[in-house]
């Protein structure tokens, strides 16, 4: 089983661990995400991970995962 990632205003995984997925990984990136003062460097990082097989799921709302 791989690894959960969210990405939001409040909290976020290291940029490295965001790189670093793969195949069996998941990252949510919740709506508030794109304030964060260092988005690019995530949405970056999230790309490179889409790349190597990760499951990047992009909210358009608030919910529930």
Known sequence: MGAL???ELANAPALGDVRACGPDDS?????DATTRKDWPKYWDA??????????VHIMNREGML
Request: proline letters at 6%; zero cysteines; a positive charge.
């Open 27 to 31: 990252i949510y990136i919740r709506p």
């Open 5 to 7: 990632h969210v990405i």
């Open 46 to 55: 999230a790309g490179v991970a889409l790349a190597r097989g990760a499951f």
